[in-house]
């Protein structure tokens, strides 16, 4: 069982910035997709961003511009910079890995358990 921890979650203005990690302790991401999904309350979790072991990424439209997604060279961590941040971003935001990049929750094998993101007025 792959364990997933994310951070940097947080309260920040409309228009500000937040940096979420992810790492995996004691594995690196190679060979794997990784995954940033996020869910609101009341809403089904929705995809965010996705980086294939090559670096081939795809993000979904509503971040796309805003958001990147990123690993450091040692592939330990995962990284999600979210930029000019909205009220309608607010979420908890997970990270997961698979076998393939995909924009479906169901395609990815192993979940953190989420951090908060608050976006304020």
């Known amino acids: 069982q792959v364990q997933l921890v994310e951070s940097g979650g947080g309260l920040v203005q409309a228009g500000g910035s937040l940096r979420l990690s992810c790492a995996a302790p004691?594995?690196?991401?190679?060979?794997?997709?990784m995954g940033w999904f996020r869910q609101a309350p009341g809403k089904e979790r929705e995809f965010v961003a996705a980086l294939w072991w090559n670096d081939g990424k795809t993000y979904a439209e509503s971040v796309k511009g805003r958001f990147t997604i990123s690993r450091d060279n040692a592939k330990t961590t995962m990284y999600l910079q979210m930029n000019s941040l909205k009220l309608e971003d607010t979420a908890v935001y997970y990270c997961a890995t698979g076998n393939f990049i995909s924009t479906v929750a169901r395609d990815y094998a192993h979940w953190g358990r989420g951090t908060q993101v608050t976006v304020s007025s």
């Open positions: 004691g594995r690196t991401f190679s060979n794997s997709a």
